[in-house]
């Protein structure tokens, strides 16, 4: 659990330290803002909103944040403030027993510009991180709780409407009241508004193009958790797959790295250059075979028993339900040593565990070491809140101008990045558009070694969090934030997105490499293996 945890936080420690820097993008600077703050908490008001706190925060302040409620759970306790802000931290009702607490982070230098976040797993979160990294840029930002507090979700047992505030309503509630804040306070509406979040936060992107097209302008929506059921199925499948640590077809985390390294010797050259990473793992054509023990050795510590191949095979697999149709694809090759503690742990998956308990089945003594076809199916038939997130028609969006950028990293030891370009030809033929037309307001990068949402081997700074601000220069060619930006408001779209990996991903000891990783369908591949960790010597084919 606190591993799974962890890996939604897009900010890795030992990068955290770093103060940020930030690009001067500012055109409006609000006047005394501290007695400006102050008038907003007592002149502001809207149907539903309770104000709970209003205060002007200094550049610099390390916010001590609220544990209580079951928040600790989030392991945020605390936040620096990367510029002068006011906060405002409210509650807003959605229904008779339900509700969100909202943040505002309202800078004193305003870029004209709305931002909200979103959300990880099945947490109620507000991820202060992206409040801080957003409101530095000068966007006037917001973050939700999605509707409960902490990363259970026991807060949707018998109650539909906290399960239809974490599908849906949480975002848009808080795009609604935020964008009124926003105009009270600065005395005028924002120019344009923006999205930016990964994993549940990426499904929420998409759910917000999907059913409330005039949100945002620009959106950047980072490994996507769209088909939703279908996928807290998928991630509950490993158990059935792996058994027990006592089980004959269970691999241990050393079995697992074997697995890896034996993946890197088959298949890490097809992208032209042997460096640990693996630019398309759909290329991919491993055979764990190779790793069989001789009939001489069947315990050898340095080999594979035939239940345990056909454990990877297994793995390595799409899961399909009964009727014949694609519950999820196949776990993509490249995140086997991080998944030996999540996945392939011998154990419940407790966040499958928590959305069939209280939002399926309104049962908490259901466990996933039971997980059937069946169970499949009827997450899937029941699908609350339309939370599944599988729309291909985004005519709306389009044509209104909107944008959206989408980034799955290739080693994702969470969703499987197998699933991105899965939906993303899944609108493409809704829409009946070939990828030149779709490249008009949907673009899809693949980011070949990272891990969810961020970390992982590859070059995986791409400006998704605040992880490259102390490193090199903010362009619209390394940060995927501004680079939205420069799209919608210069029609400046991407090719590439060049990302950034850090030595021990540590700033202070340099940069090891960079990478431009390319616009799907096309494909990276080495043209220079001698210098390799150079953007040049690869090309998009």
Known sequence: MKLYTALLIPLPSVLASHPPSYTDNHDHTVSHPRAACARLGKTFHAPNVQVNLVQYVAAGTNLSLEQGYNISTCTRPSQVVPV?????????????????????????????????????????????????????FGFATVGANNGHNGTSGLAFLNNPDVVADFAYRSVHTGVL??????????????????????????????????????????????????????LSSWSGSFLLKTGTPNSPTFLTPAKWALVHGDILKQCDTLDGVADGILEDPELCPYRPENLLCPSSTPNATTCLTSPQVQTVRKVFTDLYGSDGQIVFPRMNYGSEIPDSHIYYNGLPFSYTEDWYRYAIYNDPSWSAANLSLADFSYAHAKNPSNIETWQGDLSAFKNRGGKVIQYHGQADSIITSTNSPRYYNFVADTMALPSSEMDSFYRFFRISGMDHCSGGVGAWGIGQNAAVLAGEEQTSQNNLLLRIVDWVENGAAPETVRGVKYVNDTISLGIDFERDHCKYPLRNTCVDSENYKKPGAWKCL
Not at 113 to 128: A, D, E, K, P, V
Not at 195 to 209: D, H, M, N, P, V
Request: glycine letters at 14%; a neutral charge.
């Open 177 to 230: 009241i935020g964008k009124q804040i926003t105009k009270a306070y600065y005395g005028q509406s924002h120019k344009n508004s923006y999205y930016l979040g990964c994993s549940t936060g990426g499904r929420q992107a998409f759910k917000e193009i999907q059913d409330f097209p005039g949100d945002f302008d620009g959106v950047v929506a980072g490994a996507p958790a769209v088909a939703f059921n279908n």
């Open 84 to 136: 002068d802000l006011c906060r405002m931290v409210m509650n807003v009702a959605t229904s008779n027993r339900s509700g969100i607490t909202l943040e505002a982070w309202l800078p004193t230098s305003w870029s004209g510009r709305f931002l909200s976040t979103g959300n990880g797993g099945l947490s109620g979160c507000i991820q202060y991180e992206d409040l801080a990294y957003t409101a530095g």
